[in-house]
């Protein structure tokens, strides 16, 4: 069954929800498969989840404690679409549970998102690819977005537009509007086929030199299959 209830304020979506996930029976939350939260915000009603790890799991009673990482993996499996992986980008370093958990759930991500990325403006581009070129390995085939939130707030609320413009905030909003539609998403998708076909053919280019083959040989239902 589903349950659905509105708010008029975040102090009573606060406590219901303290009701629902804090204050009930084992047996209770047992019964209990996922609570959702819906704001009012557009850019998030194609259905965006956010996951905190590791307080993902916190609430579980005590002896399903070890679980909780194995149940958020679980989750996303079943629920998510497609998975923008955080890490911390404060002490430049990427811990070994986070890599465990990429490694789970690696078919669905497709970009990393590197939070609390302060690199100044004038070295920026440079920490960025030292950071890629020391980390890329433990993500491949994802793409790489580095935010610094406190720079977008600093932007809005002081008007400083070039804070603003390098917190990379916009880029995650454009990112995120994209796949909020079905449209969007083929479209990613579609691109992603044409970049994959242009990495495969520069990847062929000395193999097929040297059998003396003037193409791929594709079969006919290559493309389908």
């Excluded at 194609?46 to 399903?64: I, M, R």
């Excluded at 970009?111 to 070295?123: F, R």
């Excluded at 720079?151 to 400083?160: S, Y």
Aim: aromatic residues 8%; glycine residues 6%; contains cysteine.
């Amino acid at each position: 069954s589903v349950q659905t209830e509105k708010f008029g304020s975040p102090e009573a979506l606060a406590e219901s929800l303290e009701r629902k996930v804090f204050d009930v029976s084992k047996d209770q939350a047992g019964k209990i498969e996922r609570v959702l939260v819906r704001g009012p915000m557009d850019l998030l009603e194609g259905g965006l989840v956010f996951a905190d790890t590791p307080g993902f799991g916190a609430a579980q009673p005590e002896e399903s404690e070890a679980s909780h990482q194995a149940r958020l993996t679980g989750y996303v499996k079943e629920h998510v679409h497609e998975v923008l992986f955080c890490v911390s980008g404060a002490n430049c370093t990427v811990k070994a549970e986070e890599v465990n958990f990429f490694s789970d759930i690696r078919e669905l991500c497709s970009t990393v998102l590197v939070t609390k990325w302060d690199s100044e403006s004038d070295i920026r581009e440079h920490d960025i690819q030292e950071y890629k070129a020391k980390f890329a390995r433990l993500f491949p085939l994802c793409g790489f977005l580095f935010i610094e939130a406190k720079w977008a707030i600093e932007g809005q609320t002081k008007d400083l537009a070039g804070k603003a413009e390098a917190s990379g905030v916009d880029k995650l909003r454009d990112f995120i509007r994209q796949r909020a539609s079905i449209e969007g998403r083929r479209s990613s998708l579609r691109q992603q086929v044409l970049d994959a076909e242009e990495d495969l053919l520069e990847l062929a280019k000395e193999p097929l030199r040297k059998s003396q083959l003037q193409n791929i040989p594709w079969r006919e239902d290559g493309l389908m299959r």
